[in-house]
């Protein structure tokens, strides 16, 4: 078990780093005009978050105790196609979870 305290001073620290995180933008920032460099680099921001958030259900899911299992390889594959040729994300995102389930119920 972690000790108490150093529990409170990373979840403090943490808190602080993440509100001074957000306060750059929205608080010293959020006013001004930002440089097309930045703007062209933040669009890519929310692209970035789902597959960031998919990648360990995909490769280490807790359903199957950590082991890859073809179903969601493969759900991930037809979403990663879909996405790709498509560029639709809701296409995609229901693909993928079509496969998923159905490889599942054919799958056992």
């Not at 807790?62 to 390889?73: Q, S, V």
């Not at 759900?75 to 079509?98: C, D, E, M």
Request: aromatic content about 12%.
């Amino acid at each position: 078990m972690i000790d108490s305290t150093t529990l409170w001073i990373v979840i403090i620290g943490l808190g602080l780093g993440s509100f001074g995180l957000r306060f750059v933008f929205t608080g010293i920032i959020g006013d001004r005009d930002m440089p097309p460099w930045i703007l062209r680099h933040l669009r890519y921001t929310a692209v970035a978050v789902l597959p960031g958030l998919v990648a360990p259900a995909v490769m280490w899911p807790a359903a199957t105790g950590g082991e890859t299992d073809p179903a969601r390889m493969a759900a991930a594959f037809v979403t990663l196609g879909l996405g790709y040729f498509t560029k639709n994300v809701i296409l995609s995102i229901t693909g993928g979870a079509a496969t998923l389930y159905g490889l599942l119920y054919l799958l056992g």
